[in-house]
């Protein structure tokens, strides 16, 4: 971690985040509920096919990210698709966007704090340990807990965010090694569900593995903390999808060669799903322990770091700009962030925890999700008209081929959503834009001031930064072919 340093033309953020936590914040707020929840009951309706649906994924998932890397290596400022869409689309796109962003990382944390729960249990029953309070009071007590880490300091929540995805990695990794004993190796698996392979199906599976790339921009929503964001935030965000289908296929792969083919449709419903793998394929003991320790201490301790984080930075934003209630735009004296935000925040976030459904959750969240990244495709373009001077240290490649299809394509996918669930999204989006109306009343439509870039690295530092991203590369690549080989190869048996 580097030295922060404050910048001068903001209010107060600090830049302290280089690649690597600009890489594991992003990674880490996708890695976690959707992958150990609904993105795994995917495996008991797909079984082997589940790979496709999460390559299908991947696909939709990298052009938008081609879209943020130009946005936000242009406009690296705290707020992310806010920004973009008021400056592209105008002010009350930029607030639906902003708003349906709070919603679905709000959402995303809710869900998190539940599935540790579920794994906690799941953790402590192993041992032998009966958890005394119910799901619900400890995914309370642990949002909490990463609130006061959140009001603590950016430069901690990085620190913190590499810990915590790093433990993650190397469990899984020695999580695997343990289960290749276990791992089964001969007939064929035929796929649980048979319907899920119609094209309606296969679609309501993508969007349920999707749910596990979505937040792919989530380093946007702290531009204003990245040191050299013009380099650092586009290369974050080319190889975060790669790395997120590596994570995702690594660990379908071991559910699928581990649980018996018989077995697999039990999954479809289960609320741990990588916890009942295990108990169905009889494997318990120590890679049971391990499994839960490293999903709940380092995948979803990682969701939940970034997930309290980011959508606070876009609520301070958005009072900043006068589009919320100006108390959310003050920061701490101290640690300089948003603990106002962070307070509402955390509020919203209990609010979703009593529902006690990730499954609802995750159809909240998708529709929210799904709608902003449709305001910010379209936002790219709207930039690219308007403000066609705007230095871009970074240009997307056929915008204007890429952004429709892109768009087309999210808006199919949110047809597929709990129609209760879109309800509830579209209610939430009419109460944003009435908050809106109500503090912009009587205030005029400046045009929104842009503050200069900050200055880019000097030679030495561009050469380390390179040297960094390279290695990154080539170990993201890697992973993500080996992983699609051996999903592959189990497909193919």
């Keep these: 971690m580097q030295n922060c340093k404050s910048d001068p033309a ?22 976690g509920v959707g992958l150990f929840t609904v993105g795994a009951n995917v495996v008991g309706m797909l079984g082997p096919a589940t790979i496709l649906a999460t390559l299908a994924a991947m696909l939709v998932s990298i052009y938008p990210a081609l879209l943020y890397a130009e946005m936000g290596a242009a406009l690296p400022f705290s707020g992310g698709t806010y920004q973009y869409a008021s400056l592209g689309l105008g002010r009350p796109f930029g607030m639906l966007a902003g708003w349906n962003f709070i919603i679905s990382m709000v959402s995303v944390a809710s869900g998190e704090a539940l599935a540790f729960s579920f794994y906690l249990r799941t953790l402590l029953g192993a041992l032998g340990i009966e958890l005394p309070l119910s799901d619900r009071w400890v995914a309370c007590i642990t949002l909490v807990v990463f609130l006061l880490l959140a009001v603590r300091g950016v430069e901690m929540t990085g620190r913190l965010q590499n ?68 380099k650092n935030l586009p290369r974050a965000l080319f190889l975060a999808p790669f ?51 490293g999903i709940a201490f380092g995948g979803d301790f990682s969701t939940l770091n970034a997930g309290v ?16 209630p100006a108390v959310f735009g003050r920061l701490h004296p101290r640690w300089h962030t948003p603990a106002a935000a962070v307070a509402v ?44 001077d705007l230095t871009r240290p970074y240009r997307a490649p056929l915008l204007w081929v890429g952004a429709p299809v892109s768009i087309l ?11 209760f669930a879109a309800l509830a999204g579209a209610a939430w989006s009419a109460l944003g834009l009435l908050l809106y109306a109500l ?21 030495e530092e561009s050469r380390k930064m390179d040297r960094s991203f390279r290695r990154w590369a080539w170990v993201v690549a890697a992973a993500a072919l080996l992983v699609l080989g051996l999903n592959l190869a189990l497909l193919a048996r």
């Design 243 to 293: 790395l997120v289908f590596a994570v995702n296929g690594l660990f379908q792969w071991a559910l699928v060669a581990l649980v018996p083919g018989d077995a697999l449709g039990q999954l479809a419903t289960a609320a741990a799903p990588y916890a009942e793998g295990m108990r169905l394929a009889g494997v318990v003991g120590f890679p049971l322990v391990l499994l839960c320790a």
């Design 439 to 459: 503090c912009r009343r009587g205030k005029r439509g400046a045009e929104i001031a842009l503050p200069p870039l900050p200055p880019p690295p000097g030679p």
């Design 163 to 230: 810990g915590f995805l790093f433990f993650f990695w190397e469990v899984a990794a020695v999580w695997v090694l343990s289960l290749l004993p276990s791992l089964t190796g001969g007939g064929p698996v035929a796929v649980p569900d048979p319907s899920s392979l119609t094209p309606s199906g296969f679609l309501g599976c993508v969007c349920l593995i999707w749910w596990c790339f979505a937040g792919f921009e989530t380093c946007c929503a702290m531009g204003e903390e990245i040191r050299y964001p013009q």
């Design 10 to 31: 903001q209010a107060g953020l600090k830049r302290c985040l280089g690649l690597r936590e600009t890489i594991t914040l992003t990674v880490g707020t996708v890695i």
């Design 409 to 419: 394509i999210y808006l199919v996918m949110m047809t597929q959503l709990d129609p």
């Design 345 to 388: 925040i955390g509020g919203l976030m209990v609010l979703l925890v009593g529902t006690g459904s990730i499954a609802y959750i995750a159809s909240l969240s998708l529709f929210a999700t799904l709608f902003y990244y449709v305001i910010g495709i379209a936002a790219a373009c709207g930039l690219r008209l308007h403000k066609p």
């Design 309 to 324: 984080s980011a959508p606070a930075r876009y609520l301070y934003t958005m009072a900043r700009d006068g589009a919320a």
